[in-house]
């Protein structure tokens, strides 16, 4: 079989399942997603066979050890992978919620129900446990998940892949509801995304470059997990404790996410007060500092920060720094720049803490709190698919409800359009 | 200066708007929506006038008389789409509601917020009504606008949009937040569609063509306003008195529509009762039955349904009619060769009416109710933009809320990721 027919046939297999899927109880979904974890640890072996040759195939080429230890299981890892499908297990099922429902002039009852979406293509570059979990939440969620991981992880990818369908029949689940595209082609990227009335939404989660193919050429609805350039407003009334708190932890705390900060903007009334000590506790931790001019006045070893490094997402230990004059800056600098991603501002000033939230337009807006806390979990959303960067259907957090879409039921007593 | 130039600028128009018109208040929305019915009104005799202009180029080009009336504008069209803005202008404003907020265990405070989209194109074929109830449903919706109407009615969309700006910016507008675009050159769509960042969602309302066109090149999330080929089935435990008002709704009383019914699937237990009636009825409103073998039996003059006639959105007064021998077989038919988009049984089985509420999957699902009746007016929603297609964001009957995203809004005192 060529690539393209041998994606549509997978694309079509988890195509099919997706009436019968949703057609599931919650009991019967939740039964399969326990029978999956517990797939995963009576498999950890195989699976760490399997990852072995990915890991061996890693070193060969060359990949960098940060890169390595993203792919690499390990018993740990199995048991987190594991645990993530209890957890969604345990989660309320969104199918089925009747959103709203009222009742119309002529007597008709009309009503909002979540239903699920149908079939997902998930397109991903990171850690293997991206298989089990997108499995996980596509199946709770009621979708069929036509899967394609990075081929760095093939092997691993494959692998769990197998383990999670094979427990997925014993619960009854519908073959094809969990599909692996088993090739590490990116043509076979192309044909999916073109597959319009087969695969339903199509997730990337990656770099820049799976980004733009994806958009140039996909034919079904996207949801990106895009790039996240957030920045940390210090205004001049700031607790200036907090704000340094605020800023170390939305650095430090994990560089390489997309909701940690890329430059700090601060009040020039408290530049004085705040810079010389986060600088300290920031180089302490090991990052580079890019200054604007001012910056450099107080803080004269930094390096000067250019206007390509305001439109960078480092991920990595290296931070911007400007000074601004007003509240109002600042606000100009975040359009200008920010990736409408998280953005925060650090005050106890009532009313630019409120036309912060207002004006600032990003997936998440943070008063006196870490953009590292946009994230499903510390939500409460319960478990997350990722943060969506585009502006329909979900933007920011997706978890459970966020892959389900609504339709419009009517219960009537023979209503007619006059 | 080029048509891709001249595009580009003219969306960046309405991009820089889009912020400015965000932060505009209910009520400066209000007097913006009431100023630009008071231009309509006023300027009726230049609109008439234009649109003569449209009429006679229509004319010329052999349009059909059915299409040049589509196109037509009269007094009372006129004073229809004032009364329309007057009517968005009374609906509540989705922007700023609060749709949830919660408590987190470590204190800070998780809303989810409407907001607009940000710029929207909009891309017809249809009435020149379309320009202004898009711009009034955008406007309200704090969404800026690019209008790219037929190429038939371009006079007539010109100088509504002119009236619509001119009355608009009295009110405190920003220029820019209703643009349109000024060419018949379809090539101006595929530049439009392109413009990833600039423009933040595409709605295309038209034929087969135009979607698949704007699916093909589009880099830019799509709500599709798609055909409907819609089924009315007549279970065995129908009230066959409503069952004919309702198949006879359905087919004959506005047979263009998306929501029209184009097969009627009846139970074989009370074909005899029902058809020979009904198809009277149909007849003497000027339908056409395309039948299978045993309504053929019942209906001898009937012509044969054939597989095509079945997958065909007539838009007309021709009517397929199936016979099935189980709810299942019609369950089954409407999952083959259904749209998606509007489906209704009539019964008296309370089982079965909860089975088909929630197995058939389409848009809007009725139970003794006629498929016309999916509207956002119909439904309560205040107005619609359309009634959407694509499984994402909004499905069905799209309203104001619809036009909005949402943005997280977090109230924090010093929250960390630990």
């Known amino acids: 079989m060529d690539l393209s027919a041998y994606v549509k046939s997978q694309a079509q297999k988890a195509k099919a399942a997706a009436r019968p899927l949703a057609a599931l109880t919650t009991a019967v979904k939740n039964r399969a ?6 797939g995963l640890s009576e498999e950890s072996p195989r699976l760490l066979r399997e990852n072995a040759r990915d890991l061996e195939a890693a070193s060969a080429s060359g990949l960098s050890s940060a890169l390595i230890d993203r792919l690499r299981l390990n018993a740990d890892r199995i048991q987190a992978m594991a645990d993530g499908l209890r957890e969604v297990a345990a989660l309320p099922d969104p199918v089925g919620e009747v959103v709203k429902m009222w009742r119309r002039p002529n007597g008709m009852t009309v009503g ?3 239903v699920p979406i149908g ?3 998930m397109i991903y570059e990171s850690r293997p446990n991206v298989t089990a979990d997108s499995a996980g939440l596509c199946l709770k969620s009621g979708n069929t998940v036509l899967l394609r991981g990075g081929s760095e992880a093939i092997h691993s990818n494959r692998t769990i892949a197998e383990v999670l369908t094979k427990a997925s029949a014993k619960s009854g689940i519908p073959e094809g509801a969990i599909a692996f595209l088993d090739s590490v082609d990116r043509e076979a990227i192309r044909e999916m995304i073109r597959l319009e009335g087969i695969v339903d939404l199509i997730i990337p989660r990656g770099g820049e470059g799976l980004m733009r193919f994806v958009v140039e050429y996909s034919r079904i609805p996207v949801i990106k997990h895009d790039k996240g350039l957030c920045h940390t407003y ?9 704000a340094e708190a605020i800023a170390f932890n939305a650095k430090v705390q994990r560089p390489a996410t997309c909701n ?26 090991g990052v ?4 604007c001019p001012r910056t450099r006045a ?18 990595d230990l290296i931070l911007n720094v400007k000074v601004v004059q007003s509240f109002e800056e600042a606000l100009e600098h975040i359009a200008a720049y920010g990736s409408q991603h998280s953005e925060a501002i650090v005050t106890r000033d009532y009313g630019r803490a409120q036309r912060f939230l207002r004006e600032v337009d990003a997936a998440a807006v943070f008063v006196n709190a870490s953009t590292r806390l946009h994230d499903g979990y510390q939500f409460g959303l319960g478990a997350e698919i990722g943060i969506s960067t585009t502006r329909i259907h979900a933007r920011g957090a997706m978890g459970l409800e966020e892959l389900t879409s609504t339709k419009f039921i009517v219960y009537g007593e023979g209503q007619l359009r006059e």
């Open 33 to 38: 997603l326990l029978e999956m974890a517990q």
């Open 112 to 114: 909002r129900v979540r």
């Open 288 to 291: 580079e500092i890019r200054g």
């Open 260 to 285: 940690a900060m890329e430059t700090l903007l601060v009040h020039e009334a408290v530049d004085k007060l705040l810079l010389p000590r986060l600088a300290e506790r920031l180089r302490a931790s």
């Open 298 to 315: 107080i803080l004269p070893d930094v390096r000067a920060v250019s206007e390509e490094d305001f439109h960078t997402e480092y991920l």
């Open 119 to 121: 079939c997902i293509g």
């Open 234 to 242: 210090v205004d001049e009334a700031a607790d200036l404790k907090m």
